[in-house]
T-cell receptor, first 117, second 117 residues
Framework: AQKITQTQPGMFVQEKEAVTLDCTYDTSDQSYGLFWYKQPSSGEMIFLIYQGSYDEQNATEGRYSLNFQKARKSANLVISASQLGDSAMYFCAMVPFGSSNTGKLIFGQGTTLQVKP | GAVVSQHPSRVICKSGTSVKIECRSLDFQATTMFWYRQFPKQSLMLMATSNEGSKATYEQGVEKDKFLINHASLTLSTLTVTSAHPEDSSFYIC?????????????FGEGSWLTVV
């Protein structure tokens, strides 16, 4: 079964500090993609970072980095130097590629991050 | 980058009426689009896969006669909520994937807030 698990319903972080949002996944596919999205209260899904299962290096995008540990099937998001605008809900998601990239995402439960001034 | 546009962003309708939500890929052709539903503070749940030129594939538990999906062209999918009831009030969001290989290939619309009164 394909599944994404985010075990932290809510997280607090002090402004300017780093925070790690946990994500573990389960899939039998050898090829898959892992995504992190930010969803503010407006509802839009903002793409943050992508990691392919065959990518050897951890993905980084500005203040976002993905700690990819394939053997442990974890894909934690690290946000450095937190800003007040980072307060939002964060989703980890996966696309098992199978024979092709269909774009069908499987989402975790989400983590609500609140940045304290 | 690729853009997906969703309309309307907010809609209020009366109980018993139908409402249509459009999802357009603006600068790429999408043979497959996805419709998700999200209740407050919950994750995105896949409702159906919209296939251009053929019937949509619905997830288990989603009433296909209530949530009509039409993918008449390579750039447009529509979701029609028929005979809407207050319990259909939710956030609906679509996504589409490009054919590009590697990296982020999935793009979301802005989402639609539906309120049934």
């Amino acid at each position: 079964a394909q599944k994404i698990t985010q075990t932290q319903p809510g997280m607090f972080v002090q402004e300017k500090e780093a925070v790690t949002l946990d994500c573990t996944y389960d899939t039998s596919d050898q090829s898959y993609g892992l995504f992190w999205y930010k969803q503010p209260s407006s509802g839009e899904m903002i793409f943050l970072i992508y990691q392919g299962s065959y990518d050897e290096q951890n993905a980084t995008e500005g203040r976002y980095s993905l700690n990819f540990q394939k053997a442990r099937k974890s894909a934690n998001l690290v946000i450095s130097a937190s800003q007040l605008g980072d307060s939002a809900m964060y989703f980890c998601a996966m696309v098992p590629f199978g024979s092709s990239n269909t774009g069908k995402l499987i989402f975790g439960q989400g983590t609500t991050l609140q940045v304290k001034p | 980058g690729a853009v997906v546009s969703q309309h309307p962003s907010r809609v209020i309708c009366k109980s018993g009426t139908s409402v249509k939500i459009e999802c357009r890929s603006l600068d790429f052709q999408a043979t497959t689009m996805f419709w998700y539903r999200q209740f407050p503070k919950q994750s995105l749940m896949l409702m159906a896969t919209s296939n251009e030129g053929s019937k949509a594939t619905y997830e288990q538990g989603v009433e296909k006669d209530k949530f009509l999906i039409n993918h008449a062209s390579l750039t447009l999918s529509t979701l029609t909520v028929t005979s809407a009831h207050p319990e259909d009030s939710s956030f609906y969001i679509c996504s589409a994937a490009t054919d590009r290989v590697g990296g982020n290939t999935i793009y979301f619309g802005e989402g639609s807030w539906l309120t049934v009164v």
